[in-house]
């Protein structure tokens, strides 16, 4: 999301906040940029709202879409994210990739080099952290299995019957390659 | 007395060329596994299994002493912590936790503090590069073993973002009385922070530093290769060490008297006091550990320093002693006795 836009337009930087009442009849307060508080009628005289209640405004509609924002495996949000400043699990980079980038590049480098995007140029992985990836997840697989059997349900361990073969599908073809 | 140098870890008793100055060297690597949530969602039941699964596979590889919760109480925690073996927050961590430490105390793997593994290597004097080779050993062995959390883009995936990409820290820990000396410190602490570095004293909290030791690392951890990494902070560190060469021997050549005094009365201290706190010994050591470097003092090294600025701390003085019920007089009473020991006679005659 863009730092600040105008919420009619969307183009512009807003640099005011201007009340309306919307469909259901309630006040609404919306931050605008110049061109369309111009358009509104709305000048001079709402002009006088300080910056802060217009940022007041904004973080509370960033707020709602970072909440909204939510890693699946670990139930982090992105708001969360920003609260603790830590992730919640190898998948969370995957859900907030978009909004990690410009956020990492703010965070790791000084302000001279702030041009190019920046990624990991450093050590890799190798072969061996994968398969060690699918045992793991193979041993895992097969205690559900077992605690399912022993719970009599069947349909469960049926499916993970399924994703255990798949796993070990996985494993001979990484073993043979 | 002569004191074993066994009762300090083993980098520091490593004494090289640029001693004078660093004191050691250190790289850690932050690494989490795959297959488990990170510490901010893992539940304590999920955090034994990592115990679990890491200990079988580094039980394979190397010979390391392994320490649990069970082993871990606060004077112990506090034991490694001032032998540099265990981080601050492994120490306040409430995780279920254990840590791996070889058996010369170079090398320890930290689980779960803040990532699933914090590996570190530690070295006497300047010693990067030996600790960047060893630590990529270690870290190539466990990653065959255990399914490191790794993406494409953002490199090791760390539970903070300040770690992301290659996840290594790269620091050194400086003597440099000569720039605070010569009231040059806050312009090295502005310039290093200025070109993305961090610094920080190591004893005593913000500004308030204790014993003129610092720390440098690096604050970058993405974007660049490790060896970039490692190069950047050499060379700035090899400024540091430059710049406070050129500050003692300032201070000798236009203050040799205040300094020779300065010097001498903390060996008097050390020598006579009944009654030290650990931060005083340490200020004090501080100042011998100067007067040997200008060669004012001759006949104390600086393994003998260093090994005194690690027991007369309060929880390896404790375990020095054998003793972990000291009130805190006692502590103080015994902490005098032991560097008197220790010092006594070792100061040289001077010119009349
Ligand atoms: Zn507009
Ligand atoms: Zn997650």
């Given at each position: 999301?863009?730092?600040?836009?105008?919420?009619?337009?969307?183009?512009?930087?807003?640099?005011?906040?201007?009340?309306?009442?919307?469909?259901?009849?309630?006040?609404?307060?919306?931050?605008?940029?110049?061109?369309?508080?111009?358009?509104?009628?709305?000048?001079?005289?709402?002009?006088?709202?300080?910056?802060?209640?217009?940022?007041?405004?904004?973080?509370?509609?960033?707020?709602?879409?970072?909440?909204?924002?939510?890693?699946?495996?670990?139930?982090?949000?992105?708001?969360?994210?920003?609260?603790?400043?830590?992730?919640?699990?190898?998948?969370?980079?995957?859900?907030?990739?978009?909004?990690?980038?410009?956020?990492?590049?703010?965070?790791?480098?000084?302000?001279?080099?702030?041009?190019?995007?920046?990624?990991?140029?450093?050590?890799?992985?190798?072969?061996?952290?994968?398969?060690?990836?699918?045992?793991?997840?193979?041993?895992?697989?097969?205690?559900?299995?077992?605690?399912?059997?022993?719970?009599?349900?069947?349909?469960?361990?049926?499916?993970?019957?399924?994703?255990?073969?798949?796993?070990?599908?996985?494993?001979?073809?990484?073993?043979?390659? | 007395?002569?004191?074993?140098?066994?009762?300090?870890?083993?980098?520091?008793?490593?004494?090289?060329?640029?001693?004078?100055?660093?004191?050691?060297?250190?790289?850690?690597?932050?690494?989490?596994?795959?297959?488990?949530?990170?510490?901010?969602?893992?539940?304590?039941?999920?955090?034994?299994?990592?115990?679990?699964?890491?200990?079988?596979?580094?039980?394979?590889?190397?010979?390391?002493?392994?320490?649990?919760?069970?082993?871990l109480?606060e004077?112990f925690l506090n034991?490694l912590l001032?032998?540099?073996?265990v981080s601050p927050d492994f120490v306040l961590s409430?995780?279920?936790k254990?840590?791996?430490?070889?058996?010369?105390?170079?090398?320890?793997?930290?689980?779960?503090e803040?990532?699933?593994?914090?590996?570190?290597?530690?070295?006497?004097?300047?010693?990067?590069?030996?600790?960047?080779?060893?630590?990529?050993?270690?870290?190539?062995?466990?990653?065959?073993?255990?399914?490191?959390?790794?993406?494409?883009?953002?490199?090791?995936?760390?539970?903070?973002?300040?770690?992301?990409?290659?996840?290594?820290?790269?620091?050194?820990?400086?003597?440099?009385?000569?720039?605070?000396?010569?009231?040059?410190?806050?312009?090295?602490?502005?310039?290093?922070?200025?070109?993305?570095?961090?610094?920080?004293?190591?004893?005593?909290?913000?500004?308030?530093?204790?014993?003129?030791?610092?720390?440098?690392?690096?604050?970058?951890?993405?974007?660049?290769?490790?060896?970039?990494?490692?190069?950047?902070?050499?060379?700035?560190?090899?400024?540091?060490?430059?710049?406070?060469?050129?500050?003692?021997?300032?201070?000798?050549?236009?203050?040799?008297?205040?300094?020779?005094?300065?010097?001498?009365?903390?060996?008097?201290?050390?020598?006579?006091?009944?009654?030290?706190?650990?931060?005083?010994?340490?200020?004090?050591?501080?100042?011998?550990?100067?007067?040997?470097?200008?060669?004012?003092?001759?006949?104390?090294?600086?393994?003998?320093?260093?090994?005194?600025?690690?027991?007369?701390?309060?929880?390896?003085?404790?375990?020095?002693?054998?003793?972990?019920?000291?009130?805190?007089?006692?502590?103080?009473?015994?902490?005098?006795?032991?560097?008197?020991?220790?010092?006594?006679?070792?100061?040289?005659?001077?010119?009349?």
């Amino acid at each position: 999301m863009e730092e600040n836009l105008c919420q009619i337009c969307h183009k512009n930087v807003a640099v005011m906040v201007i009340t309306e009442i919307d469909e259901k009849g309630n006040k609404v307060e919306i931050a605008v940029c110049e061109e369309c508080a111009k358009k509104k009628g709305v000048l001079e005289s709402d002009k006088t709202l300080n910056l802060n209640e217009i940022f007041k405004i904004m973080l509370k509609a960033r707020e709602k879409e970072d909440k909204e924002l939510k890693c699946a495996r670990c139930l982090l949000s992105f708001y969360e994210f920003k609260k603790y400043g830590k992730f919640g699990c190898p998948d969370c980079f995957k859900v907030f990739e978009e909004r990690l980038i410009p956020f990492i590049k703010r965070l790791q480098t000084t302000i001279r080099e702030r041009e190019d995007e920046i990624f990991h140029k450093g050590k890799k992985v190798t072969a061996g952290t994968k398969r060690s990836l699918l045992f793991s997840e193979i041993k895992k697989l097969k205690i559900e299995l077992k605690k399912a059997i022993e719970e009599e349900n069947y349909e469960q361990a049926a499916k993970i019957r399924d994703r255990l073969r798949e796993k070990e599908k996985e494993l001979k073809k990484d073993e043979i390659e | 007395m002569k004191l074993s140098k066994n009762l300090v870890p083993g980098f520091l008793r490593e004494i090289s060329e640029d001693s004078d100055v660093c004191i050691s060297s250190r790289i850690r690597f932050a690494r989490n596994l795959e297959n488990h949530l990170f510490l901010l969602k893992a539940s304590l039941k999920e955090q034994e299994e990592i115990i679990e699964e890491v200990k079988e596979v580094i039980t394979q590889l190397n010979h390391f002493q392994f320490y649990s919760d069970d082993k871990l109480n606060e004077i112990f925690l506090n034991y490694l912590l001032e032998r540099y073996l265990v981080s601050p927050d492994f120490v306040l961590s409430k995780n279920k936790k254990g840590v791996f430490i070889d058996s010369e105390e170079k090398i320890s793997i930290m689980i779960n503090e803040e990532d699933h593994l914090r590996l570190q290597v530690l070295g006497g004097g300047f010693s990067l590069d030996e600790v960047f080779v060893k630590i990529n050993e270690v870290d190539d062995k466990l990653e065959k073993e255990l399914p490191y959390a790794f993406s494409e883009k953002f490199g090791f995936l760390t539970a903070c973002p300040t770690n992301l990409g290659t996840g290594m820290r790269v620091s050194v820990m400086l003597h440099l009385p000569g720039l605070i000396l010569t009231n040059e410190m806050e312009k090295v602490i502005k310039t290093t922070q200025n070109i993305g570095f961090l610094i920080r004293g190591i004893y005593g909290e913000g500004t308030k530093t204790i014993g003129s030791y610092f720390q440098i690392a690096n604050q970058f951890t993405i974007g660049m290769k490790e060896e970039e990494i490692l190069a950047n902070t050499k060379n700035l560190i090899r400024e540091v060490i430059n710049y406070e060469r050129k500050a003692r021997d300032y201070l000798l050549k236009n203050l040799k008297n205040e300094i020779e005094d300065r010097i001498w009365r903390a060996y008097g201290i050390l020598t006579h006091a009944k009654l030290l706190t650990s931060e005083e010994a340490i200020n004090l050591l501080s100042t011998l550990r100067l007067g040997i470097c200008l060669k004012i003092i001759k006949k104390i090294s600086l393994l003998t320093i260093n090994i005194l600025t690690i027991l007369v701390k309060r929880a390896n003085l404790m375990y020095y002693l054998k003793n972990e019920n000291l009130t805190e007089e006692e502590r103080d009473y015994k902490r005098a006795a032991l560097i008197r020991k220790v010092l006594k006679g070792k100061g040289e005659e001077e010119d009349i």
